[in-house]
């Protein structure tokens, strides 16, 4: 059974922080998209564990007042994710509504104002 080691990064001028309290440890990173290799190289180095069992848990700070930005990230991806599952959704419902219309002879420009698509794209909808 491995621990998982709490990650908390901070900015420090061009750098990021990385600290493990748990390990009284302290790295750093250029980049934020650095941060996981940083932070698992340094708890591995320290435990004497092997880099692929190390398993962390980052939690991003800004300065004084921001707090902690996980939560903020996490909902705004988790949100994203969302529309873009909607999106997906509706270009195939589009698509297929869009051949409907076209089996039952409406004209493309129609389906086209319809839709609010041009005529063009029902042409590519329908033919797909």
Do not use: C
């Amino acid at each position: 059974m491995s621990t998982t080691y709490t990650v908390s990064v901070t900015r420090d001028g061009k750098w990021w922080m990385v600290a493990v309290p748990e390990l009284d440890a302290l790295t750093q990173a250029r980049r934020l998209g650095d941060v996981d290799t940083a932070a698992r190289e340094l708890v591995a180095l320290e435990t004497g564990t092997a880099l692929h069992e190390v398993s962390i848990d980052v939690h991003v700070e800004l300065a004084a007042g921001d707090g902690d930005l996980t939560a903020r990230v996490a909902d705004i991806r988790d949100r994203r994710e969302r529309i873009e599952a909607e999106d997906a959704k509706v270009r195939a419902d589009t698509a297929a509504f869009a051949r409907e219309l076209a089996a039952a002879q409406v004209p493309v420009r129609d389906i086209g104002t319809l839709l609010g698509v041009t005529f063009q794209r029902v042409s590519q909808l329908v033919n797909t």
